[in-house]
């Protein structure tokens, strides 16, 4: 008798079937019992009658949860008042004849019949061969599964080869630690893991491939947070060659507003995507990923800063605030909550004025406001009745950035951040450097390899802070997705760029001497970006932890907790690559 699997069973009534899986749970009534077998495809109940000595010894003795059985019986459908409709084989279940426990299981440290969520992660990540089992989590796998498949589906449908790049590379001022790989044949020296296949993808452009694609996997040693796995994760690299910024947005939108209305029930917000200038991201938005599902926006209002004669406010590069309806929805905890916020992030508070419902105004700074400021708040910034404004004074960036993170924390309030809802956009025109006040001297900003708005002139002749660059990301919902860039293919302007971020053109000649050398044999203009999958698929899923979407994740710590990494190693594995232990 051939197997079939537990939502088979739906088009086999009055059969005899096969079935095999695990014990999901299990009901004991005395003369007879029931056991929901779990295999891949979902859920079916097994009726066992106790008539049956030998299969009501082997349920007994042996049918632990989660133990792994193989069953032979005949598929009855359910009476209409036992039909359990939370599941899809509801209507059915399976009478055993014979019952065959395949592998027993001990006692399960953690159900697996619930989202797991509410289990300690330490204990899922020891566990995870079972935590895995549980239905989010095979739902995931197949998710990711459809993700892969459908994104190299999509890419080779549009004129993209993918092309394998190396896993051992040489080092290289790419952003973050390297992981080193000691060499045993050439002791002393060491391979590093790619941060990003960023060279090879450029030399690919050089070697005449007009369109790249890659599910590569990158390595860099930094600490992990809610949006980013330790060590390695996945990203879809792609470089496309003789594009420019607008040609390459229009040549990618389509995948996103593919991937996500077609794998999953959500909506994209914008069709195209808005195209948002860095400098308007953070002044409307204090994020350079905002989240556009909702439109309340920062505003300047630099105007109360000169007419409140407040000491708190002397001083202060910066006076914005958020306009924000449903006063009625801030009660004193959620403002002092809000306020709260503001300090733990650098701040020195956050004030309010709220107009209520019969149009009073009622704030903490009453007795500094007057007629003219009223005026100004109604007519200029428009606060309405049953309206609250949330002020914040300091230097320009901390007042953007405490904005921005209370602009989340409104929309959550107000229930404005749709989950059926995608507002994908692109964040252009990033500052070429930043000035880095720990090294004293000015650093990129991102990714070096961009080319700057203006070549080689900018380079030469403007300050380094008033630079932009052809870089990119692709936000979403809160999110950055991907940076990207218009690439510098020019070698003289490359050498440029790295020496303004305090690089000894020798140095870089060295760092890059593939990437330059091939640079001399004609190259063409390219650029490209690399979405991460992992996170992509965290964004596609509403999954609040990137680890979730990960079948073996590394912990908070960076601790694989199931196989114990990191580990030490043998004396003898290290004398082998030259090294020795100082610690």
């Known amino acids: 008798m051939d197997r079939i699997l537990a939502t088979d069973v739906i088009n086999n009534e009055s059969k005899k079937v096969l079935l095999k899986g695990w014990i999901q749970n299990k009901r ?58 939370k599941l899809d084989t509801g209507e059915f279940e399976v009478k055993v004849d014979t019952l065959t426990v395949l592998s027993k299981s001990d006692t399960i440290p953690f159900a697996v019949d619930t989202d797991g969520h509410e289990i300690n992660e330490a204990i899922r990540l020891k566990y995870r061969y079972l935590d895995l089992r549980r239905k989010r989590m095979q739902d995931m796998l197949k998710f990711r599964n459809d993700f892969i498949f459908f994104t190299r589906s999509w890419y080779q449908n549009h004129g993209f080869i993918e092309v394998e790049t190396p896993l051992l590379t040489v080092t290289s001022p790419e952003g973050s630690r390297d992981f080193l790989v000691p060499s045993r044949l050439h002791k002393g020296k060491f391979y590093v893991l790619p941060q990003a296949p960023q060279q090879f993808k450029q030399l690919l452009m050089v070697a005449g491939v007009g369109k790249y694609f890659q599910i590569a996997p990158c390595f860099r040693d930094e600490d992990p947070r809610s949006d980013r796995h330790a060590g390695a994760f996945y ?98 905890k959620t403002i002092s909550d809000l306020g709260a916020s503001a300090i733990n992030s650098g701040g020195k508070g956050l004030a309010y004025i709220l107009r ?16 003219n400021i009223y005026q100004y708040l109604m007519n200029e910034l428009h606060l309405e009745r049953n309206c609250i404004m949330f002020i914040v004074a300091d230097s320009y960036k901390l007042t953007t950035k405490i904005l921005g993170e209370i602009r989340l924390k409104i929309g959550d309030i107000l229930n404005l951040r749709n989950k059926d809802e995608i507002a994908y956009a692109w964040i252009v ?117 990137i680890r979730e979407i990960y079948a073996f994740p590394l912990s908070s710590d960076a601790k694989d907790l199931m196989m114990g990494a990191p580990s030490e190693v043998s004396k003898s594995q290290l004398d082998d690559v030259g090294l020795k232990i100082n610690v």
């Open 429 to 545: 025109d990033f500052p070429m450097y930043e000035w880095s006040d720990d090294l004293k001297k000015y650093d990129f900003m991102h990714n070096p390899f961009s080319m700057p708005q203006g070549g080689m002139e900018a380079l030469q002749q403007r300050n380094p802070l008033d630079i932009y660059a052809y870089q990119y990301d692709i936000v979403a919902n809160g999110l950055e997705l991907s940076s990207g860039a218009i690439r510098n293919h020019e070698s003289e302007t490359l050498i440029k760029a790295f020496e303004i971020a305090g690089y000894k053109k020798e140095e870089v000649e060295e760092k890059f001497k593939g990437l330059l050398t091939a640079f001399r044999y004609g190259v063409p203009p390219h650029g490209g970006f690399a979405p991460g999958v992992d996170r992509t698929i965290m964004l596609l899923r509403d999954e609040p932890d």
């Open 356 to 371: 209520d419902e019969n149009g009073e105004f009622k704030s903490p700074l009453k007795n500094y406001l007057n007629d």
């Open 28 to 85: 004991d009534h005395n003369h007879f019992a029931f056991i929901d077998l779990r295999d891949s495809s979902g859920i079916v109940q097994l009726y066992i009658n106790f008539d049956n000595s030998l299969l009501a010894d082997t349920f007994k003795s042996d049918c632990s949860i989660e133990s792994v059985i193989s069953v032979e019986g005949t598929v009855v459908r359910r009476a209409e008042e036992l039909i359990n409709k």
């Open 235 to 332: 990203q879809i690299d792609t470089e496309i060659a003789f594009t420019n910024q607008e040609d390459f947005f229009q040549e990618m939108e389509p995948f996103f507003i593919e991937i996500t209305e077609k794998l999953t029930n959500k909506k994209v917000k914008f069709k195209p995507f808005p195209r948002i200038p860095y400098d308007d991201a953070i002044d409307k938005y204090g994020s350079d990923k905002p989240d556009l599902r909702f439109g309340i926006e920062i505003t300047d209002c630099k105007y109360l800063k000169e007419n409140i004669s407040l000491n708190a406010f002397d001083g202060m590069e910066a006076m914005k605030c958020l306009i924000v309806p449903n006063a009625d929805r801030f009660d004193r």
